[in-house]
């Protein structure tokens, strides 16, 4: 099972990036998909999360309105777009995959069996 995030880079506040998750080595259409970020120095937080089938998504308040997450069973793909980046955005950004069968996605990190490596964000003043 791999799941590959990307999409990070250095970007200035206010502007808008798209990370993607591919996923190889499961069916995706029966997982939850999230992702989660890690900032320098801090605990792992919850970002956004999107049942199975697309039908339920959740998010973190620090990003409600902000960003938003989608899937593509199709082609085993999740992304997270994000607009109006703030500083406090940078992060390490997590996509996990969780195989429960929760109508509504889970903002628990440990509900997440599989995850990704990572790809950062980098967003300056």
């Given at each position: 099972?791999?799941?590959?995030?990307?999409?990070?880079?250095?970007?200035?506040?206010?502007?808008?990036?798209?990370?993607?998750?591919?996923?190889?080595?499961?069916t995706v259409s029966v997982y939850n998909m999230g992702w989660f970020r890690q900032a320098?120095?801090?605990?792992?937080?919850?970002?956004?999360?999107?049942?199975?089938?697309?039908?339920?998504?959740?998010y973190a308040d620090s990003v409600k309105g902000r960003f938003t997450i989608s899937r593509d069973n199709a082609v085993k793909m999740v992304y997270l777009q994000m607009s109006s980046l703030k500083p406090e955005d940078s992060a390490v950004y997590y996509c996990a995959a969780d195989p429960s069968f929760r109508r509504v996605a889970s903002p628990g990190s440990d509900d997440y069996i599989y995850w990704g490596q990572g790809t950062k964000v980098t967003v300056s003043s």
């Open positions: 099972v791999q799941l590959q995030a990307s999409g990070g880079g250095l970007v200035q506040a206010g502007d808008s990036l798209r990370l993607s998750c591919a996923a190889s080595g499961l320098a120095g801090k605990g792992r937080e919850f970002v956004a999360a999107i049942s199975r089938n697309g039908g339920s998504t959740n």
